[in-house]
């Protein structure tokens, strides 16, 4: 969908019922298509104020602005609106505040009218603005009609774009510089606007240390697993596979009373299985735990090591946010199945630097039984994760929602992580790419960088390159195919496994 097509459906729509049926149907599309648009430029900016204008005059529209009926889709798509246009610094944020029915938006699209329509007018505009700006912030911290709600995160971040667009202003008047910096730590202040207590600057900017991948940097092969690593693996999932007694005599090599061959061709599927259903076998009928379990055993380690490879050439560059900084790293792993990639970086984590990782830990997947593995794993690993926070969680939405609602504060980094996601049958890149798009939208000061990894293979990579393509400012930084070897135990023959990945960052 592009946007002079979305344009015209806008256009043609004739009431709200209309309008929430094609935001219902297209959603993802939608979503894209609008956080997506540049209006850097004078053509993208009419392009864009066109498509807004659609919907502005449309008899839906007319309905939702000036009658005020409820609309999920109208509400929507004028929130889309205002994220383009607040990323862009551009005045009509101002005019799609007084229509925003959500409370913490509104005051948050009017905090940003200020900044961006009134606090340039002088050199004083900004200390004279700075009681306004920050009572509107304190505002829409919370709603008043939703006592569990908490936008801390949205509003420190809009409150760290107006101390830097003042300090970029004012940088050659030092004494209003002065003045207005001593604002923000003024105790009359900070007294009547909590708010600030909560306010530091940003972290260090992933994007200056992370540069791409150091080959330098990546362990040697073979890859062998730490005492850590296989101690927990064995807990978790080769002693109950040995001790069912469907496994014949013990032997791991009748996971459950079938053969090796077997579970990967029918149960596992080679990894792209279901895994959210049962699996008819010619010996029963094998609940997803089981499946999850018999992929665990076969698949894991493969991926684990693969991962480890990968991070173990970030690592150093990624360490100064994790050592020298109170804010955890966000690492967002998308079908993280039973918390494979998580494992790979806590333990990489830990033998390198001696420390356990502080990170919180977002994994998404839409196979429950995975979730409760991953679960397990980090219930029992806390020899690996004594410093971590985790959800788990089915949906991009969800994700969404604890994401920019509560983990990213004032310009958290964010690494996502994208290991094997692309080669499942069940992915929509849509929904995926709009969910990247919202992420970026909603958290403008956050670092993102995602790190893919998938076998190189052309079949397994078109849905990658197809959502690459739904997210043109998403950069590719550094790419490699290799080999890796690695041995399951310390002295078994080494497996080979060939894969792709890329590092790609908002820039």
Not at 31 to 56: H, K, M, P, R, W
Not at 60 to 79: Q, T
Not at 339 to 350: C, K, P, V
Not at 384 to 397: A, H, K, Q, V
Request: glycine share 4%.
């Amino acid at each position: 969908m592009t946007l002079l097509e979305l344009t015209d459906i806008l256009a043609a729509t004739n009431s709200l019922a209309d309008l929430d049926a094609f935001v219902a149907a297209n959603g993802s599309q939608i979503t894209v298509t609008i956080l997506n648009a540049s209006i850097a430029t004078s053509e993208g900016l009419q392009l864009f104020d066109n498509t807004y204008a659609a919907f502005n005059n449309s008899k839906a529209g007319f309905e939702f602005l000036e009658e005020e009926k409820e609309s999920i889709g109208a509400s929507s798509l004028l929130n889309l609106f205002a994220l383009v246009y607040e990323r862009e610094s551009h005045p009509n944020v101002k005019a799609i505040a007084a229509y925003i029915k959500d409370y913490s938006l509104q005051k948050r699209l009017a905090a940003l009218a200020v900044i961006y329509t009134e606090s340039e007018f002088s050199r004083n505009g900004y200390s004279e603005n700075f009681p306004k700006v920050v009572q509107l912030l304190s505002d829409a911290q919370y709603d008043p009609r939703d006592a569990s709600s908490d936008y801390t995160g949205y509003v420190l971040r809009i409150l760290h774009l107006f101390k830097e667009k003042g300090e970029i202003f004012l940088n050659k008047w030092t004494a209003e510089l002065s003045h207005f910096l001593s604002l923000f730590k003024d105790e009359k202040n900070i007294k009547r606007w909590p708010l600030l207590i909560e306010y530091n600057e940003p972290v260090v900017s992933i994007s200056s240390v992370i540069p791409g991948f150091d080959a330098s940097k990546a362990v040697s092969f073979p890859l062998i697993p730490s005492d850590t690593f296989d101690n927990l693996y064995k807990e978790v999932v080769s002693d109950p596979l040995r001790e069912d007694e469907r496994t014949t005599f013990g032997s791991l090599s009748t996971p459950l009373g079938y053969d090796a061959n077997y579970c990967r061709e029918h149960i596992i599927e080679y990894g792209t299985a279901d895994f959210r259903q049962p699996c008819n076998t010619e010996k029963g009928v094998l609940s997803p735990a089981e499946r999850v379990l018999i992929y665990c055993h076969f698949n894991l380690r493969k991926h684990y090591f693969s991962s480890y490879y990968i991070y173990s050439a970030y690592l150093d560059s990624i360490s100064p946010l994790l050592l020298h900084n109170e804010q955890k790293l966000i690492f967002l792993d998308l079908g993280c199945g039973p918390l494979t990639s998580g494992l790979a970086i806590a333990d990489l984590f830990l033998h390198r630097y001696g420390k356990l990782i502080p990170m919180n830990y977002v994994g998404v997947d839409i196979a429950p039984a995975m979730l409760e593995k991953a679960n397990e794993f980090s219930d029992k690993g806390v020899t690996l994760f004594g410093n971590c926070e985790f959800d788990f969680l089915l949906n991009f939405s969800a994700a969404l929602a604890l994401l920019t609602d509560k983990l990213v504060k004032n310009g958290s980094p964010i690494i996502i992580n994208a290991s094997y996601l692309f080669a499942s049958s069940s992915l929509n890149i849509t929904d995926l790419a709009a969910f990247i798009s919202q992420l970026h939208a909603n958290c403008p000061q956050s670092p993102i960088h995602v790190i893919f990894q998938n076998p190189n293979t052309e079949s397994k990579n078109k849905k990658y390159k197809d959502w690459k393509s739904q997210l043109p400012d998403l950069k590719v930084v550094y790419n490699d195919v290799i080999t890796i070897e690695y041995r399951n135990k310390p002295f078994d023959k080494s497996v080979p496994e060939r894969i792709y990945y890329e590092l790609l960052s908002y820039q």
